[in-house]
């Protein structure tokens, strides 16, 4: 069975550093696509950035580009999010994802097909 587990969400500044860490277990995630996703209260969870299998191809947010960053190891089956210059906006649950079908980054949350639990982050202002 497929598992994901987030963790590394907290309280920070405005300004702050975090860095989020989702562990997958349950198979071989080598050719997936994995995602990071947030929701706030009383908005849609939307596509925060995904990186295909081989890490070679990542998008952002435009709400996020040149702050976070997404990177995977393979042999590990971890995925994790820099989060750098942190603004009240951040705010959100953050959830990472897993797609099966791995030929794309998918920007879409239907197209993925297992979530973890979700990690709250929120930045303080």
């Known amino acids: 069975q497929v598992q994901l587990v987030e963790s590394g969400g907290g309280l920070v500044q405005a300004g702050g550093s975090l860095r989020l860490s989702c562990a997958a277990s349950?198979?071989?995630?080598?050719?997936?696509?994995m995602g990071w996703f947030r929701q706030a209260p009383g908005k849609e969870r939307e596509f925060v950035t995904g990186?295909?299998?081989?890490?070679?191809?990542?998008y952002y947010a435009d709400s996020v580009k040149g702050r976070f960053t997404i990177s995977r190891d393979n042999a590990k089956n971890m995925v994790y999010l820099q989060m750098n210059s942190l603004k009240p906006e951040d705010t959100a649950v953050y959830y990472c994802a897993a797609a099966e079908r791995g030929l794309v980054v998918h920007r879409a949350a239907y197209d993925y097909d297992y979530w973890g639990q979700g990690t709250q982050v929120t930045v303080s202002s």
């Open positions: 349950g198979r071989s995630f080598d050719t997936y696509v």
């Open positions: 990186i295909k299998w081989s890490g070679g191809i990542r």
